[in-house]
């Protein structure tokens, strides 16, 4: 049996939504598939992962009928967005401190 791996909280809060059904995952067949990966230009990496991870990557996949790669992009992806999202954001509220200052002088 293998050993259950620690979930960080925005992987539990990402696995929670999951199973809530909040996201919402690409339904092509795999020849439309292939199509889409055939034009991408996504590089092609080797990553490890625990085997809890991988399996319940491979289980959502199943319930919803696509490649768990693809999953596992989808949610990086996403991932990768709200942190970019969050950036600027962040970035923002800087420069609107910075202007304020600016005009108080």
Known sequence: ?????????????????????????????????????????????????????????????ERVRIPYQTLINQVLERFAMNAEINSLESINKRLDSIESLLKNR
Request: net charge positive; hydrophobic share 40%.
């Open 1 to 61: 049996m293998a050993k259950k791996t620690k979930l960080t909280a925005k992987e539990e809060q990402i696995e929670n939504q999951i199973a809530q059904g909040e996201w919402r995952f690409a339904k092509l067949s795999h020849k439309e598939l292939a199509a889409v990966l055939k034009e991408s230009k996504d590089s092609r990496i080797n990553l490890r992962l625990s085997p809890t991870v991988l399996e319940f990557y491979k289980r959502e996949a």
